[in-house]
């Protein structure tokens, strides 16, 4: 189940590539309602991961009697791909927000260059 978090990564890593060269390549409005669809992308996705980041911590940890010992070399790496995936999520919603900010600086830079 973890593991299938990778593909989501990898399909929402390409979104934001194209998205972020669309931001970079035209400042219009149309790119707004585009970064905030992929920002509550990411935002929905940490919500699924961090729980379950939690939940894996406290099986590798042994704190549950249901875990056998030779269990937790496999739940180790388990957790240890959910924090790579968790890492991930937080460095795309620092991609997201960097989008909105330079869209929002660029139009208002390419208005107040209309008006003046």
Do not use: C, N
């Amino acid at each position: 189940m973890v593991d299938g978090y990778f593909q989501v990564l990898e399909e929402l890593g390409d979104a934001l590539e194209a998205l972020e060269e669309e931001v970079l390549g035209s400042a219009d409005t149309e790119t707004l309602p585009a970064i905030y669809a992929a920002r509550r992308e990411v935002i929905d996705l940490r919500r699924s991961v961090w729980p379950l980041r939690e939940v894996v911590s406290a099986l590798e940890r042994g704190e549950s009697p249901l875990v056998q010992k030779a269990m937790q070399v496999y739940l180790r790496d388990i957790y240890d791909h959910t924090v790579q995936v968790a890492e991930t999520v937080e460095t795309y919603r620092d991609t997201v927000a960097g989008m909105a900010t330079i869209s929002i600086a660029m139009l208002a830079w390419f208005r107040r260059k209309r008006w003046l």
